[in-house]
């Protein structure tokens, strides 16, 4: 899965070559009568990346000491008592984040690929549900059969309408199987399986050539980087949120977030929750205040602090409401006039329990939002997760992230081939 948020280049944080490692070197012999123009260094310390939501570990005052008599005491200090503290590393998954000063790019390369390797993991537990239903439901029809015939691509119409792949999306992907067939393409049941592989991966991926598939398709230069996030109140919004400002800000990146659903005062209590959890500085204002002077305030807060990213909280009534149009496009005008090209993103979050209610809320806020991309809530807790495909072919948009537990750090970015691995068990 790689990186998380992929705005800054990895190369910025080892182009000084501060992740090479230290060359082992004599120990120096003491000057008896020292060049008072002399500096006495050490080494810098190691920098530990702090826990999500503390303050930063602060450097030792005593980094370098101009001073050379408290140079060679401290030498001496360090001699008679060579055992030191070590520094408390972090348990949290992002204690290595790119910004890895402190490790070789061997040492980084290796906790990169641990951490996918942990979240391919999770990401496979998370679709199980859906995955053991589509497997055992295919099993079934494939049970005891050695060739394809009408009466099976029929009982595999009915398996891949129940996993919520939805009526549309199946009746297609079964037409492309039966034009694979008559062209002598598909000829046994291990080929047939590949077949629907290879044509819900398509449908994945050809959803990204629309919508924003990527962050970095924004210039580095236009900062902040703009998310709005839409959706209707109860599925997620509001953790998705905390979610996005921890892994983004792990990486490296300010983050700040804006409060900008005033219309419920709840909305702001659980943000405000959430920012103190990530250390992520919330601007908000009291319940009525219009959103689109909360958006003002927090687009010159993150300028004049240099922020790299502004999430932004909007309403989450019903989505019939005609007011929401006129409240987001209001919205829309102000982000841009402010920041160029923002917000650069409208992220929809919908529920993958609600399965094909999801999917028609989805299809109301695009009507509204100008939405970019999805973020898939609750993956875990539904046995038709087929629900992203379905997304994807009749929105034409991206899934950008799903959500795949309740731990803060259970967001992950969405991997088509994966996912469609994942529910046929490879």
């Known amino acids: 899965m790689g990186l998380f948020w992929r705005r800054k280049s990895g190369d910025e944080f080892v182009r000084l070559g ?18 008072k123009d002399k500096l006495v260094t050490e080494p810098p310390p190691s920098l530990v990346p702090p826990t999500s939501g503390a303050a930063p570990t602060p450097l030792p005052v ?12 401290r030498a001496a200090s360090e001699t008679s008592n060579p055992v030191r503290e070590k520094p408390v590393v972090s348990k949290s998954p992002f204690a290595t984040s790119v910004l890895g000063l402190n490790l070789s790019m061997e040492e980084l390369k290796a906790q990169e690929e641990a951490l996918e390797q942990e ?26 059969r050695k060739q394809i015939d009408d009466e099976l691509l029929d009982q ?12 549309n999306t199946t009746l ?81 990146n300010d983050v700040l977030i804006c409060a900008a659903d005033t219309f419920r005062a709840a909305a702001s209590d659980q943000l405000a929750i959430w920012a103190d959890r990530t250390g992520v500085p ?9 959103p689109a002077a909360v958006l003002f305030d927090s687009l010159k807060a993150a300028k004049a602090r240099g922020s790299d ?26 982000a ?6 923002a917000p650069h993103e409208t992220l929809l979050v919908v529920d993958a329990v609600t399965g094909q209610n999801g999917l028609e809320q989805a299809r109301q806020f695009l009507k509204v939002a100008g939405v970019t991309g999805i973020v898939l809530t609750k993956l875990d807790g539904t046995a038709k997760g087929g629900i992203a495909v379905a997304i994807a072919k009749e929105l034409s948009l991206p899934i950008r992230y799903a959500g795949i537990g309740e731990k803060v750090d259970d967001l992950v970015v969405f991997d088509p081939e994966q996912y469609v691995n994942s529910l046929f068990g490879n």
Do not use: C, W
């Open 172 to 252: 297609e992907v079964l037409e492309t199987v039966r034009r694979g067939i008559a062209r002598k393409q598909i000829n046994d049941l291990d080929a047939l399986k590949t077949a629907l592989k290879t044509e819900l991966l398509h449908i994945l991926k050809s959803s990204e050539r629309d919508g924003v598939a990527s962050e970095t398709t924004v210039p580095e230069s236009v900062s902040p980087y703009v998310m709005m996030i839409v959706g209707v109140n109860g599925v997620g919004k509001t953790t998705t949120i905390g979610k996005l400002a921890q892994r983004i800000k792990a990486e490296g």
């Open 309 to 334: 990213v502004l999430i932004v909280d909007t309403a989450g009534r019903l989505h019939n409401k005609s007011n929401l149009m006129a409240e987001l496009e209001k919205m829309k005008r102000v």
């Open 336 to 341: 841009a006039r402010e920041v160029d090209g």
């Open 18 to 35: 501060l992740n090479e490692p230290a060359k082992p070197t004599e120990a120096p012999a003491v000057d008896t009568q020292p060049d």
């Open 282 to 290: 919330l601007i908000q204002q009291k319940q009525g205040t219009d």
């Open 119 to 144: 979240f391919s993991a999770r990401f496979r537990r998370a679709v199980a549900a859906t995955r053991e239903s589509l497997s055992e439901k295919l099993d079934t029809v494939f049970a005891g």
């Open 156 to 167: 595999l119409e009915e398996v891949l309408i129940a996993a919520d792949i939805g009526v």
């Open 62 to 73: 005593d980094t370098v000491q101009p001073d050379v008599e408290k140079g060679q005491a």
